[in-house]
Protein backbone atom coordinates (compact mmCIF):
# COMPACT_ATOMS: atom_id res chain seq x y z
CA UNK A 1 0.00 0.00 0.00
CA UNK A 2 1.04 3.43 -1.01
CA UNK A 3 1.77 5.99 2.23
CA UNK A 4 -1.60 6.75 3.56
CA UNK A 5 -2.68 10.84 3.22
CA UNK A 6 -4.37 10.34 6.63
CA UNK A 7 -2.87 10.34 9.85
CA UNK A 8 -3.04 6.78 11.37
CA UNK A 9 -3.35 7.09 15.26
CA UNK A 10 -1.36 4.18 16.01
CA UNK A 11 -1.81 3.92 19.87
CA UNK A 12 -4.56 4.57 22.57
CA UNK A 13 -1.99 6.84 24.27
CA UNK A 14 -2.68 9.18 21.40
CA UNK A 15 -6.54 8.98 21.31
CA UNK A 16 -6.23 12.90 22.76
CA UNK A 17 -5.06 14.03 18.49
CA UNK A 18 -8.68 12.28 17.57
CA UNK A 19 -10.63 13.84 19.95
CA UNK A 20 -9.01 16.99 19.45
CA UNK A 21 -9.51 16.60 15.81
CA UNK A 22 -13.22 16.04 16.19
CA UNK A 23 -13.29 18.88 19.03
CA UNK A 24 -11.93 21.46 15.71
CA UNK A 25 -14.73 19.75 13.49
CA UNK A 26 -12.62 17.30 11.54
CA UNK A 27 -13.89 13.77 10.64
CA UNK A 28 -12.16 11.15 12.50
CA UNK A 29 -12.61 6.56 11.88
CA UNK A 30 -12.39 4.82 14.56
CA UNK A 31 -13.47 1.31 15.81
CA UNK A 32 -16.51 0.02 17.41
CA UNK A 33 -17.27 -3.69 17.88
CA UNK A 34 -19.95 -3.70 15.33
CA UNK A 35 -17.98 -2.27 12.59
CA UNK A 36 -16.06 0.55 12.21
CA UNK A 37 -17.54 4.29 12.17
CA UNK A 38 -16.52 7.40 11.00
CA UNK A 39 -16.89 10.11 13.38
CA UNK A 40 -17.79 14.39 13.62
CA UNK A 41 -19.09 16.23 16.18
CA UNK A 42 -23.04 15.43 16.21
CA UNK A 43 -23.97 18.54 17.52
CA UNK A 44 -21.86 20.38 14.86
CA UNK A 45 -23.41 20.90 11.34
CA UNK A 46 -20.67 21.66 9.73
CA UNK A 47 -18.59 18.85 10.91
CA UNK A 48 -21.48 16.00 10.08
CA UNK A 49 -21.89 17.27 6.00
CA UNK A 50 -18.21 16.06 5.90
CA UNK A 51 -19.21 12.94 6.53
CA UNK A 52 -21.97 12.66 3.76
CA UNK A 53 -18.86 13.99 1.38
CA UNK A 54 -16.75 11.79 2.24
CA UNK A 55 -18.95 8.71 1.95
CA UNK A 56 -21.25 9.78 -0.70
CA UNK A 57 -24.25 9.16 1.25
CA UNK A 58 -27.45 10.30 0.40
CA UNK A 59 -28.46 13.46 2.98
CA UNK A 60 -31.77 12.16 3.88
CA UNK A 61 -30.26 9.06 5.59
CA UNK A 62 -29.95 9.60 8.98
CA UNK A 63 -26.68 8.92 11.02
CA UNK A 64 -26.21 7.27 14.78
CA UNK A 65 -25.44 9.27 17.39
CA UNK A 66 -22.75 7.60 19.48
CA UNK A 67 -22.80 8.76 23.37
CA UNK A 68 -20.49 7.31 26.25
CA UNK A 69 -22.87 8.38 29.23
CA UNK A 70 -26.76 8.78 30.28
CA UNK A 71 -25.97 12.77 30.55
CA UNK A 72 -24.45 12.92 26.90
CA UNK A 73 -27.61 10.76 25.91
CA UNK A 74 -30.10 13.66 27.70
CA UNK A 75 -28.34 16.05 25.38
CA UNK A 76 -29.33 14.95 22.14
CA UNK A 77 -33.00 13.02 23.13
CA UNK A 78 -36.02 14.13 25.36
CA UNK A 79 -39.43 12.20 26.05
CA UNK A 80 -37.10 9.20 27.11
CA UNK A 81 -39.96 5.93 27.48
CA UNK A 82 -39.29 3.49 30.57
CA UNK A 83 -38.67 1.00 28.44
CA UNK A 84 -35.72 2.77 26.61
CA UNK A 85 -33.90 2.71 30.20
CA UNK A 86 -35.10 -1.17 30.43
CA UNK A 87 -33.13 -1.89 27.47
CA UNK A 88 -30.25 0.58 28.08
CA UNK A 89 -29.69 -1.54 31.60
CA UNK A 90 -29.40 -4.32 29.81
CA UNK A 91 -27.66 -3.46 26.73
CA UNK A 92 -25.64 -0.67 26.95
CA UNK A 93 -22.94 -0.22 26.17
CA UNK A 94 -23.92 -2.30 23.19
CA UNK A 95 -24.65 -3.10 19.44
CA UNK A 96 -28.35 -1.27 19.97
CA UNK A 97 -29.72 1.53 18.70
CA UNK A 98 -32.39 3.19 20.04
CA UNK A 99 -34.46 5.58 17.96
CA UNK A 100 -35.90 8.52 20.33
CA UNK A 101 -37.43 12.08 20.01
CA UNK A 102 -34.75 14.91 19.42
CA UNK A 103 -33.95 17.72 20.82
CA UNK A 104 -33.30 20.78 19.03
CA UNK A 105 -29.46 21.39 19.04
CA UNK A 106 -29.38 18.28 17.18
CA UNK A 107 -28.89 19.88 13.36
CA UNK A 108 -31.20 18.37 10.86
CA UNK A 109 -27.96 17.47 8.70
CA UNK A 110 -27.39 14.86 11.37
CA UNK A 111 -31.26 12.93 11.69
CA UNK A 112 -31.65 13.74 8.13
CA UNK A 113 -34.29 15.75 9.26
CA UNK A 114 -36.54 13.59 11.14
CA UNK A 115 -38.01 14.75 14.59
CA UNK A 116 -35.92 11.60 15.94
CA UNK A 117 -32.37 10.57 17.01
CA UNK A 118 -30.93 7.25 16.86
CA UNK A 119 -28.56 6.89 19.67
CA UNK A 120 -26.07 4.50 20.79
CA UNK A 121 -23.41 3.85 23.53
CA UNK A 122 -21.07 1.41 21.74
CA UNK A 123 -19.16 -1.35 23.40
CA UNK A 124 -15.22 -0.68 22.88
CA UNK A 125 -12.77 1.12 24.96
CA UNK A 126 -11.04 3.55 22.48
CA UNK A 127 -14.78 4.52 21.01
CA UNK A 128 -15.92 5.42 24.57
CA UNK A 129 -12.48 7.18 25.31
CA UNK A 130 -12.60 9.14 22.14
CA UNK A 131 -16.27 10.76 22.64
CA UNK A 132 -15.32 11.11 26.62
CA UNK A 133 -12.17 12.79 25.18
CA UNK A 134 -13.90 15.19 22.50
CA UNK A 135 -16.61 16.03 25.02
CA UNK A 136 -19.38 15.72 22.69
CA UNK A 137 -21.57 13.26 21.15
CA UNK A 138 -20.27 11.44 17.83
CA UNK A 139 -22.43 11.21 15.01
CA UNK A 140 -21.02 8.24 13.12
CA UNK A 141 -22.12 5.82 9.90
CA UNK A 142 -20.19 2.83 9.22
CA UNK A 143 -16.95 4.51 7.86
CA UNK A 144 -16.67 3.30 4.09
CA UNK A 145 -17.94 4.69 0.95
CA UNK A 146 -21.60 4.38 0.27
CA UNK A 147 -22.59 1.62 -1.12
CA UNK A 148 -19.73 -0.84 0.03
CA UNK A 149 -19.13 -3.27 2.69
CA UNK A 150 -18.90 -1.79 5.84
CA UNK A 151 -15.19 -2.14 7.66
CA UNK A 152 -14.11 -4.70 10.26
CA UNK A 153 -10.90 -3.67 9.79
CA UNK A 154 -8.59 -0.39 9.81
CA UNK A 155 -7.43 -1.37 6.40
CA UNK A 156 -10.49 -1.63 4.81
CA UNK A 157 -11.28 2.13 6.15
CA UNK A 158 -7.76 3.00 4.06
CA UNK A 159 -8.51 1.27 1.79
CA UNK A 160 -12.01 3.69 0.98
CA UNK A 161 -11.34 6.49 2.90
CA UNK A 162 -7.61 7.97 2.09
CA UNK A 163 -7.39 11.06 1.09
CA UNK A 164 -10.91 11.70 2.22
CA UNK A 165 -11.18 11.80 5.99
CA UNK A 166 -8.57 13.54 8.45
CA UNK A 167 -7.51 10.47 10.85
CA UNK A 168 -8.19 6.42 11.11
CA UNK A 169 -7.66 5.25 14.94
CA UNK A 170 -6.08 1.89 14.65
CA UNK A 171 -7.74 -0.85 16.47
CA UNK A 172 -7.47 -4.10 14.80
CA UNK A 173 -10.74 -6.28 13.99
CA UNK A 174 -14.01 -5.21 15.17
CA UNK A 175 -15.51 -8.17 17.50
CA UNK A 176 -19.18 -8.41 16.17
CA UNK A 177 -18.75 -7.57 12.44
CA UNK A 178 -22.01 -6.33 11.61
CA UNK A 179 -23.69 -3.05 12.53
CA UNK A 180 -26.00 -2.76 15.61
CA UNK A 181 -29.58 -3.74 15.64
CA UNK A 182 -31.99 -0.91 15.22
CA UNK A 183 -35.05 -0.35 17.29
CA UNK A 184 -37.75 2.40 16.91
CA UNK A 185 -38.83 3.93 20.51
CA UNK A 186 -41.19 6.21 19.57
CA UNK A 187 -44.47 3.77 18.18
CA UNK A 188 -45.99 1.52 20.30
CA UNK A 189 -44.64 -1.58 20.17
CA UNK A 190 -41.30 -0.86 19.52
CA UNK A 191 -40.24 -1.24 16.24
CA UNK A 192 -37.10 -2.96 14.57
CA UNK A 193 -36.38 -1.01 11.74
CA UNK A 194 -32.64 -2.82 11.41
CA UNK A 195 -31.22 -6.59 12.66
CA UNK A 196 -27.76 -6.28 13.84
CA UNK A 197 -25.10 -7.41 16.20
CA UNK A 198 -28.00 -7.69 19.24
CA UNK A 199 -30.38 -10.44 18.92
CA UNK A 200 -34.27 -9.71 18.37
CA UNK A 201 -34.61 -12.77 20.85
CA UNK A 202 -32.76 -10.81 23.53
CA UNK A 203 -34.77 -7.78 22.67
CA UNK A 204 -38.06 -9.37 23.22
CA UNK A 205 -36.86 -11.19 26.10
CA UNK A 206 -36.01 -8.39 28.35
CA UNK A 207 -39.64 -5.91 26.78
CA UNK A 208 -41.80 -8.60 25.28
CA UNK A 209 -43.62 -7.37 21.98
CA UNK A 210 -41.35 -5.95 19.06
CA UNK A 211 -42.97 -5.27 15.70
CA UNK A 212 -41.06 -6.53 12.94
CA UNK A 213 -41.09 -4.78 10.05
CA UNK A 214 -39.79 -6.09 6.53
CA UNK A 215 -37.43 -4.12 4.54
CA UNK A 216 -38.59 -1.00 6.69
CA UNK A 217 -39.54 2.30 5.24
CA UNK A 218 -39.28 4.31 8.50
CA UNK A 219 -35.58 3.61 8.57
CA UNK A 220 -34.34 5.48 5.61
CA UNK A 221 -31.00 3.86 5.33
CA UNK A 222 -32.52 0.40 4.03
CA UNK A 223 -33.64 1.74 0.83
CA UNK A 224 -30.19 2.15 -0.53
CA UNK A 225 -28.15 -0.15 -2.04
CA UNK A 226 -25.57 -1.54 0.85
CA UNK A 227 -22.53 -3.92 1.09
CA UNK A 228 -21.99 -4.66 -2.43
CA UNK A 229 -19.24 -6.12 -4.37
CA UNK A 230 -18.24 -5.00 -7.01
CA UNK A 231 -18.81 -8.10 -9.16
CA UNK A 232 -22.38 -8.96 -9.48
CA UNK A 233 -23.42 -11.39 -6.12
CA UNK A 234 -25.44 -14.01 -6.53
CA UNK A 235 -26.96 -15.44 -3.24
CA UNK A 236 -28.94 -19.09 -3.34
CA UNK A 237 -30.46 -19.76 -0.17
CA UNK A 238 -32.23 -22.40 1.19
CA UNK A 239 -31.31 -26.12 2.42
CA UNK A 240 -27.63 -26.71 2.42
CA UNK A 241 -27.15 -29.93 0.37
CA UNK A 242 -29.49 -28.13 -2.41
CA UNK A 243 -28.20 -24.86 -2.38
CA UNK A 244 -24.31 -26.64 -2.46
CA UNK A 245 -25.79 -28.37 -6.05
CA UNK A 246 -27.23 -25.05 -7.07
CA UNK A 247 -23.67 -23.40 -5.97
CA UNK A 248 -21.55 -25.56 -7.83
CA UNK A 249 -23.81 -25.32 -10.93
CA UNK A 250 -23.57 -21.53 -10.87
CA UNK A 251 -20.23 -22.13 -10.38
CA UNK A 252 -19.58 -24.61 -14.00
CA UNK A 253 -22.18 -21.97 -15.78
CA UNK A 254 -20.14 -19.00 -15.32
CA UNK A 255 -17.09 -20.65 -16.27
CA UNK A 256 -18.57 -21.97 -19.63
CA UNK A 257 -19.11 -18.29 -20.19
CA UNK A 258 -15.41 -17.63 -19.86
CA UNK A 259 -16.20 -15.79 -16.48
CA UNK A 260 -14.43 -16.04 -13.41
CA UNK A 261 -16.74 -16.71 -10.22
CA UNK A 262 -15.84 -16.66 -6.21
CA UNK A 263 -17.35 -17.92 -3.74
CA UNK A 264 -18.51 -17.01 0.07
CA UNK A 265 -19.70 -20.79 1.35
CA UNK A 266 -20.41 -22.20 5.27
CA UNK A 267 -17.87 -24.50 6.03
CA UNK A 268 -19.45 -27.28 5.77
CA UNK A 269 -19.81 -26.99 2.20
CA UNK A 270 -16.29 -25.81 1.71
CA UNK A 271 -14.46 -29.52 0.76
CA UNK A 272 -17.22 -29.82 -1.98
CA UNK A 273 -16.67 -26.81 -3.42
CA UNK A 274 -13.87 -25.81 -6.28
CA UNK A 275 -13.16 -22.77 -7.04
CA UNK A 276 -9.75 -20.72 -7.09
CA UNK A 277 -11.37 -17.79 -5.42
CA UNK A 278 -13.05 -19.33 -2.44
CA UNK A 279 -13.81 -17.79 1.07
CA UNK A 280 -15.27 -19.59 3.97
CA UNK A 281 -17.76 -17.65 6.02
CA UNK A 282 -17.78 -19.84 8.78
CA UNK A 283 -20.09 -22.54 10.50
CA UNK A 284 -23.92 -22.68 10.22
CA UNK A 285 -23.36 -23.51 13.76
CA UNK A 286 -21.46 -20.88 14.68
CA UNK A 287 -23.08 -17.87 13.38
CA UNK A 288 -21.26 -15.43 15.21
CA UNK A 289 -18.32 -16.40 13.33
CA UNK A 290 -20.24 -15.71 10.01
CA UNK A 291 -20.93 -12.05 11.45
CA UNK A 292 -17.47 -11.31 12.23
CA UNK A 293 -16.33 -12.73 8.61
CA UNK A 294 -18.92 -11.67 6.60
CA UNK A 295 -17.95 -8.06 5.28
CA UNK A 296 -14.58 -9.12 4.74
CA UNK A 297 -15.80 -11.98 2.94
CA UNK A 298 -17.66 -9.60 0.56
CA UNK A 299 -14.59 -7.68 0.17
CA UNK A 300 -12.38 -10.47 -0.90
CA UNK A 301 -14.25 -11.07 -3.94
CA UNK A 302 -12.81 -7.62 -4.85
CA UNK A 303 -9.52 -8.62 -3.74
CA UNK A 304 -9.58 -12.16 -6.01
CA UNK A 305 -11.26 -10.11 -9.02
CA UNK A 306 -13.96 -12.06 -10.00
CA UNK A 307 -16.59 -11.72 -12.28
CA UNK A 308 -19.26 -13.04 -10.58
CA UNK A 309 -19.75 -14.03 -6.51
CA UNK A 310 -22.17 -16.75 -5.63
CA UNK A 311 -22.99 -16.86 -2.09
CA UNK A 312 -24.65 -19.93 0.26
CA UNK A 313 -27.37 -18.76 2.42
CA UNK A 314 -27.88 -20.96 4.19
CA UNK A 315 -27.80 -19.37 7.70
CA UNK A 316 -30.86 -19.51 10.43
CA UNK A 317 -32.44 -16.44 10.42
CA UNK A 318 -31.80 -16.01 14.65
CA UNK A 319 -30.13 -14.26 16.68
CA UNK A 320 -26.41 -12.89 14.20
CA UNK A 321 -28.21 -15.07 11.95
CA UNK A 322 -31.03 -12.72 11.28
CA UNK A 323 -28.60 -9.45 10.65
CA UNK A 324 -26.26 -12.13 8.26
CA UNK A 325 -28.95 -12.79 5.87
CA UNK A 326 -30.25 -9.25 5.43
CA UNK A 327 -26.70 -8.22 4.76
CA UNK A 328 -26.18 -10.74 2.46
CA UNK A 329 -29.59 -9.91 0.97
CA UNK A 330 -28.84 -6.53 0.69
CA UNK A 331 -25.26 -7.32 -1.04
CA UNK A 332 -26.41 -9.63 -3.72
CA UNK A 333 -28.46 -8.38 -7.04
CA UNK A 334 -29.83 -11.69 -7.34
CA UNK A 335 -31.64 -14.08 -4.99
CA UNK A 336 -32.10 -17.95 -5.78
CA UNK A 337 -34.38 -20.02 -3.47
CA UNK A 338 -33.99 -23.67 -3.63
CA UNK A 339 -36.10 -26.09 -1.87
CA UNK A 340 -35.26 -29.15 -1.20
CA UNK A 341 -35.01 -32.08 -3.48
P1 LIG B 1 -25.16 3.27 9.45
O1 LIG B 1 -24.79 4.50 10.15
O2 LIG B 1 -24.59 3.18 8.07
O3 LIG B 1 -24.96 2.04 10.30
O4 LIG B 1 -26.74 3.37 9.27
C1 LIG B 1 -27.55 3.85 10.32
C2 LIG B 1 -28.93 3.25 10.20
O5 LIG B 1 -29.78 3.80 11.21
C3 LIG B 1 -29.55 3.54 8.86
O6 LIG B 1 -30.26 2.41 8.43
C4 LIG B 1 -30.46 4.71 9.20
O7 LIG B 1 -31.53 4.84 8.30
C5 LIG B 1 -30.93 4.36 10.61
N1 LIG B 1 -31.35 5.56 11.34
C6 LIG B 1 -30.56 6.53 11.83
N2 LIG B 1 -31.30 7.52 12.42
C7 LIG B 1 -32.59 7.14 12.28
C8 LIG B 1 -33.83 7.71 12.69
N3 LIG B 1 -33.88 8.89 13.33
N4 LIG B 1 -34.96 7.05 12.38
C9 LIG B 1 -34.93 5.86 11.74
N5 LIG B 1 -33.78 5.26 11.33
C10 LIG B 1 -32.63 5.89 11.61
MG1 LIG C 1 -23.46 1.78 6.78
Same mark, same amino acid.
Given at each position: ?10 ? =? ?5 ? +?? $??? !? %???? /?? *? ?89 ? =? ?5 ? +?? $??? !? %???? /?? *? ?200
Amino acid at each position: MEAPEITLILS =PQEIGKA +AS $IIK !S %GGIV /AF *PTETVYGLGANALDGEAVSKIFRAKGRPADNPLIVHVSSREMLNMVAMDIPELAFKLMDAFWPGALTIILKRKDVVPDITTGGLDTVAVRM =PDNEIAL +AL $ITG !S %GVPI /AA *PSANISGRPSPTKAEHVIKDMDGRIDAVIMGGETRLGVESTVLDLTVTPPALLRPGGLGLEEIIGTIGEVKVIEESVRSPGMRYTHYSPKAKLILVEGERKSVLFEVKRLISESRKQGLKPGVLVSRESAMDIECDAKYILGSVNDLKEVANRLFSGLRFLDEAGVDIGIAEGVFTEEREGRAIMNRLRKAAKERVIKKQE
